[in-house]
């Protein structure tokens, strides 16, 4: 007897961060290159979307880089920011399609772990209500936590993005112990009606085993793919992650 075919899993959304193309440009100061342009190029790979932090001490992207990325590029721009006045000001005057609110320290390299929601700060839900008034939906980076994921539900969010760095650093049992929270996590959120990506230290080495996760809608990557674009082009760097994505959403699970 035929089954019938079998039913197609969602595709999963991939996102590139482009802040480190901002970086290489700003550690010459010359103009070149363009995050804009480079937005463009992953867009044209297979990208679903753009990402870029526009940090309050602007280190690598900068207000003309997102203006520019909004304006370019047909796809979904994910504006990455902490939750302050003058950052909420902007987004409302760029319209990105989401916003997503991250903790931010100005002595990290990165952004480290995720926002504290269940800590009840004012001026983030403040920010959230301001945002969403402007039809601006709001992400929220977050550990994979239930305190933080209910919180955030409470606050507001539409959607989260689960903190994937634990997972990365991690090797052996306690990565695959990492996985096992992510996975509950975003299971929880799904049911919750709350939209789910991950980021952050995701590579062609580690994505697999989190792209399997059914309930994972998007991944946002950013420093790794750039890196591998070293090798690859950046092109290549966005059909190989594309490519590992979609092979690990084919095996059975």
Same mark, same amino acid.
């Given at each position: ?32 290159? &363009? ?6 190029? &992953? ?7 753009? $990402?870029?932090? *526009? ?44 916003? $997503? ?8 390299? $990165? ?12 001026? *983030? ?5 301001? *945002? ?7 992400? *929220? ?35 695959? &112990? ?7 996590? &975003? ?67």
């Amino acid at each position: 007897m035929n089954p019938g075919p079998k039913s197609q899993k969602p595709r999963v959304r991939l996102h590139v961060n482009v802040d480190h193309v901002a970086t290489v440009r700003n550690a010459r100061g010359t103009a070149y290159p &363009c995050p804009a342009e480079a937005s463009e190029v &992953c867009m044209a790979a297979g990208a679903d979307g753009i $990402t870029a932090h *526009l940090r309050e001490d602007r280190r690598h992207i900068r207000d003309e880089d997102v203006r520019a990325i909004r304006r370019r590029i047909p796809g979904l721009l994910n504006l990455e920011m902490a939750a302050t006045r003058e950052m909420v000001a902007f987004a409302i005057a760029i319209k990105p399609h989401i916003v $997503t609110l991250v903790p931010e320290r100005r002595e990290e390299r $990165t952004t480290e772990g995720g926002l504290d929601v269940a800590g009840g700060r004012e001026s *983030l839900r403040t920010a959230i209500s301001e *945002l969403t008034s402007a039809g601006i939906p709001v992400s *929220l980076f977050i550990a994979p936590s239930p305190a933080q994921l209910h919180a955030s539900l409470a606050a507001g969010a539409v959607q989260v993005e689960f903190h994937t760095g634990e997972y990365a650093n991690l090797t052996g049992d306690s990565r695959a &112990c990492e996985l096992e929270i992510i996975r509950a996590a &975003c299971d929880e959120a799904r049911a919750a009606k709350l939209h789910v990506a991950l980021g952050h230290g995701i590579t062609l080495e580690n994505i697999g085993p989190l792209a399997a996760i059914e309930s994972v809608e998007e991944f946002n990557i950013g420093h790794a793919l750039i890196a591998d674009a070293i090798f690859l082009s950046l092109s290549g760097a966005v059909r190989a992650y594309r490519a590992a994505i979609e092979a690990s959403r084919a095996e059975p699970q």
